[in-house]
């Protein structure tokens, strides 16, 4: 098996909306974003699904020294052996991988947020820093294309958070920021037991429309002359925020004891109707 087989594999394994938006791009931008996302479920599954902490950090650690040989020319695993012409030919930086390490390190050292400052952080981490290396993949004229980008990863990392709150809860963590429970009337036993009230209700609600403040301004900074570049950001964007509409169109609280997803017809519909309008 190829290292660009390995990431596509890993990819499609996932059942990801990030999946569907990648069809629509030309080979090497293809290949190169399914090679970056293998990489976030590489060490994305390591925070999610290895129990024993120390196992979890030494393999942390060997993704941080793996990321410095991929940048010296002698990358030993397939995502990176896939990755070494990626970062030659789209710019990749060694910070942004090492900085979506770093993210995965505050999900081994904490389960608790105490404000949305310090939530920001954790998401800038996981997911706006991806949308930063996905926007110098698919290309951009404009620099203010990258703050587009940033405020884009946001928004899907704060979809992620409300859809899996329950999810999230049973793994013993909780995103919420503890100040907003706090004054919502929540509390984290409340979380952690799926427990529905009004104050609950207006909590996730809350969260919701928060994401679709960071939409709505992440599309408001998006230049025109890269909108056509950037179309496999705005089908990533159409279908989570599809599914944020899904969420709130019934009770919200559903997110405390199910999963709320598309089907994979839906998601390539809108992928498609989002490459032919752009």
């Known amino acids: ?38 990489f976030c479920r590489e060490v994305d599954d390591i925070a999610d699904e290895v129990q024993d902490i120390n196992v979890a950090q030494t393999k942390l650690n060997w993704w941080r020294n793996e990321i410095l040989n991929l940048y010296q ?13 990626p970062i030659a030919e789209f ?12 993210g995965m390190q505050m999900d081994l050292e904490q389960n608790r ?7 920001e952080l954790y998401c800038y981490r996981v997911a706006s820093v991806v949308g930063l290396l996905s926007a110098s993949i698919f290309g951009y004229s404009n620099a203010n294309t990258l703050q587009y980008a940033l405020d884009l990863g946001m928004a899907f990392q704060l979809t992620n958070i409300t859809r899996d709150v329950g999810e999230d809860a049973r793994r013993g963590r909780i995103y919420l ?12 036993q409340d979380i952690l037991h799926g427990k ?20 709505d301004k992440a599309l408001a900074e998006l230049p025109p002359e890269d909108r056509k570049l950037q179309r496999t950001g705005l089908i990533m964007s159409a279908i989570y925020r599809t599914l944020l509409k899904e969420i709130k169109a019934d009770d919200i ?25 752009y």
């Open 73 to 85: 020319g002698k990358p030993q695993h397939p995502v990176t052996k896939a990755l070494q012409g």
């Open 1 to 38: 098996m190829s290292p660009q087989e390995y990431c596509q594999k890993k990819a499609a394994a996932s059942g990801s909306s990030f999946y569907y938006s990648f069809l629509f791009l030309p080979k090497p931008r293809r290949e190169a974003i399914t090679a970056l996302y293998a």
């Open 253 to 277: 609280q559903v997110v405390l004891n199910a999963r709320v997803s598309l089907t994979p017809i839906r998601k390539l519909w809108l992928a498609w109707l989002t490459w032919m309008r």
């Open 177 to 188: 920021p503890q100040d907003e429970l706090a004054r919502f009337g929540v509390s984290d």
């Open 196 to 215: 529905s009230s009004d104050n609950m209700k207006k909590l996730l609600e809350f969260q919701a429309e928060r994401a679709e403040s960071y939409y």
């Open 113 to 119: 947020y105490r404000d949305f400052a310090e939530l």
């Open 91 to 102: 710019g990749l930086k060694q910070q942004h991988l090492l900085e979506i390490i770093d």
